[in-house]
């Protein structure tokens, strides 16, 4: 292995169950309450893990591989970036349909990975009706309300408290960067624009601040070390923050650009004069042509981009039509969990598909049929009976408990129930809800349970099914199959159960795994 | 005057109605609208003022005492904080109730002030019933929403996501650190606490930072440049923030703290050993006793504290009783706002009452009274009538205009109208709403619509009132009357001017100003 690594920092990572909580990954322990000469007593490595033997009694195991994990940080100073010019985009801009944003997780993971990456997505086809852009920021987060309302709209006001309600141009800035916390993120959803004019403008902040570190690093150091004082302030409100032009991390990285001469107040101070050389060497970077990415938005465009990054600009409009946009403020961070469990979840499908392909390809309970083609089979009669969508997933995934247990099937088959219908549902409650879950859970009760309410029923199972029967408690005595009919679930799992019984048929043809995959997604939660 | 200001920070901040818009301080040029060689081609002082004529063309004028001036900062840093330990509040904790926040803008002020001076207040007297934390963070800002909710239930439940709700000793620590933007407040409003312990605790942060930089420069260094990766993972969620222990301000001073061992996950890179070895001794830090401030929440106490500073605690409890506490979280920046425009009113109260004190002590227009006791005696009237709050306001203040024009009072008497109803209106609309606005913009109108339709009226004017008769228009014609009768707040104004007839007595007895600020701070918005 390599170098020993710090006895706390092992110590504090240690993922037994009692030191962190499986459910949430959150320590159990206070970093005070190790011991304060806290030492290695033994190790070794074992089985491609490093066994631990601390101080004081307790015992840790690390898998070698995990000591030797870098980490990609958060994602959000520029090095997690994509950094651009508009010729980055010269084929086009990182958009998609909100219909297929809706319904497709691939799709929804391309957008909310592009805000993250190059800072922007435009999504298609979003219903031009009032408030529609909630439902779009809530497709990935929460709404951040501000001064501004829970939404705001952006058209010509009579009494405008604020550039952007006039026709007037608007130079590339941030927004609201007297607010601290910022909103990270911003939504402009485009109800009519039949004004000549008003096309929209993207400029990269970070590529901006990195070309100025570039040419003028000392202008760069100016504006990352002085705090510029924003104030907005109207009748109802009076905000200010005091933030830099360019915002960097511990380790000097480019974290968050706030750019907007309209609300920076009267700095005081004795470095003006340099703050104000390399300010203005700053704003010219942001006004290079090569920087400028124009587009227009349409009624149905929702464009989403992140506020401590990306300044956005608008060209001048007249009033020979109508320009009306609604906005709305959430948050980056909501956005990257969002991604990141859309992330889990496809990897959760990978995995169930290796597993049919894999373990799935093997013998089945000592039927005629892999365990993979005998689920399969199941998805397709319940496909065939036009079951809805949760019925079909349930019906595919119903013995995948036989994968998952600690107990594989082939115990089941030595005497010993694997209890795989709770096994295969806890796993998939992962992902799934209750629709999906619960005919699952009860797939082997609804057996037993139909063995005694169908007479005719039991006659019909194989020789395998008949032996587990046994196993799983015979036919449910009259008491159990009244209770059992009364659970929520019972009808759905009845349905799955005939299915399952009728997907025994050995070369069948059934459609593969990945048939079933948009389903899948569609009903991960 | 002090050494010349950098020319371009001067016409930065040139305050004339062309470069900034009056109503919000925004600035309504860029930075790359200035000329690129822009020069002082002459200057010099006058009447207080700095006169500016600039190579360009634009003039410019800045009071000399706004030259001088210094800033405060935003607030946020450990600048403007009052650090603490527990003895410093030893007679008693930042709080008051809240029937009296609601009511009366002092202490409302005072419980935001304390928020962000020592980090943390509490209310009483809170009703007890559930949802109601919300209605305390919409007293002074926006709720956030966040993965637990609009808001959470803190008490012990079944199968618990987060240790808050077990029964268990929680060690101080702040919260939601694995967001990036953290939620920078929290609210805890104490709905049940009959169990045995279960009692809060706060820690201030700052100080505890401040400790470690005297006592270990070092360490200190260390926390303030690593970036800790803070991680949350449960089924639906997965947040990481990669921020520091201790944040810094461009200026090194202390600008936030995150702290909860629970939520660090694997840190990696090469100073791990120094980093455990000072993130140890801080957390030992914010063990010390004399850091702990402890106190039990009441049903009916809402704690409200800076989570960007304050660590919260919380001691194990019997389950021999309930606990129930309801949470929100919700952002400074607003809190802030709140409490600097309650600061704009009290001293837009502290102007009326020196205007009423000094200017208002002289010649009304030709009566025997001042002007200041015409309209406390108008005032006194509408009180005495048994009037709404609005109209005894607008009675109050119904000549206002007088102090405030361009045109006093006497340029009126001399035959020309100085609109002082208008100007009054206009001034007045600051802080108050139509209710007083519109009664005092249309006293006059009033006037000149009694005449017309009450013939009894015109006779029991006073010579002076007879006279600014003709210089206002003389009285309405009937169309003129009929369209005033339509005005929404045509009806007060009618009750404003009888009572403006009738407070012209000579030595009349009344209240002074003072008696009226409590009405006055109440119907500001």
């Not at 920021?137 to 501004?148: I, K, P, Q």
């Not at 902040?205 to 150091?221: H, N, V, W």
């Not at 587990?468 to 929520?488: I, S």
């Not at 799992?493 to 593969?512: F, H, I, L, N, S």
Request: net charge negative; proline share 6%; charged share 25%.
């Amino acid at each position: 292995m390599t170098e020993q690594p710090p006895p706390y920092w092992l110590r504090d990572n240690c993922p037994c169950a009692e030191c962190r909580d499986p459910r949430n990954g959150q320590k159990r322990f206070q970093i005070g309450d190790l011991p304060p000469d806290l030492t290695i007593a033994a190790q070794c490595e074992l089985d491609g893990n490093l066994e631990v033997l601390w101080s004081d009694g307790h015992r840790s195991r690390y898998p070698l591989a995990w000591l030797l994990d870098t980490d990609e940080g958060d994602g959000r100073t520029e090095q997690g970036k994509r950094l651009w010019t508009a010729a980055d985009f010269a084929r086009g801009l990182p958009e998609a349909d909100w219909e297929a944003y809706l319904t497709d997780p691939s799709e929804q993971t391309a957008v909310l990975a592009a805000v993250r990456r190059s800072g922007f997505a435009v999504l298609r086809g979003v219903p031009a009706v009032e408030r529609q852009v909630l439902r779009v920021a809530e497709s990935f987060g929460y709404v951040r309300v501000t001064n501004y309302g829970e939404l705001f709209d952006v058209r010509v006001e009579p009494d405008p408290n604020n550039l952007a309600f006039t026709d007037r141009a608007i130079a590339p800035h941030t927004d609201n960067p007297y607010r601290d916390p910022v909103p990270t993120l911003q939504l402009l959803h485009c109800l009519e624009n039949s004004a000549t004019g008003g096309d929209s403008g993207l400029v990269d902040g970070f590529k901006a601040a990195a070309i100025l570190r570039d040419e003028s690093p000392e202008d760069f150091e100016t504006l990352t070390r002085t705090p510029v004082p924003f104030v907005f302030r109207d009748r109802r409100t009076e905000l200010r923050a005091d933030r830099p032009l360019i915002g960097l991390d511990p380790l000097d990285r480019i974290r968050e650009v706030r750019c907007n001469n309209r609300s920076i107040a009267t700095l005081r101070g004795t470095n003006r004069e340099a703050f104000y050389a390399a300010y203005r060497r700053f704003a010219a970077i942001t006004l290079r042509p090569e920087l400028q990415l124009t587009f227009r938005l349409n009624p149905g465009d929702c464009l989403i981009f992140d506020n401590t990054r990306l300044l956005h600009a608008r060209t001048a409009f007249e009033q020979d039509g109508h320009r009306h946009l609604q906005g709305c403020y959430a948050d980056l961070d909501s956005l990257a969990s969002t991604l990141a469990v859309l992330h889990r979840r496809t990897a959760a499908l990978d995995e169930l598909a290796e597993l049919f392909a894999g373990e799935g390809a093997g013998e089945y309970l000592g039927e005629a049929v892999t365990m993979a083609e005998h689920m399969l089979q199941a998805a397709a009669a319940a496909e065939a009976a036009g079951a809805p969508g949760h019925l079909v997933a349930a019906a595919l995934l119903h013995d995948v408990g036989h994968f998952q247990g600690a107990l594989h099937g082939r115990d089941l088959m030595q005497g010993q129930d694997n209890r795989h219908s709770d096994t295969g549902a806890a796993w998939l409650a992962r992902w799934f809800g209750p629709e999906v879950t619960e005919p699952v859970r009860l797939h082997v009760a609804a057996k037993r349970y139909l063995c005694t309410v169908e007479p005719d029923y039991r006659a019909g199972l194989s020789a395998a099914s008949e032996y587990t029967l046994t196993v799983q408690g015979g036919p449910m005595d009259e008491r159990e199959a009244a209770a059992f009919a009364q659970l929520p679930g019972a009808a759905d799992a009845v349905a799955v159960r005939r299915w399952d019984e009728q997907a025994k048929e050995p070369g069948a043809q059934t459609p593969d795994f990945e048939h079933y995959r948009p389903l899948l997604a569609s009903l991960m939660r």
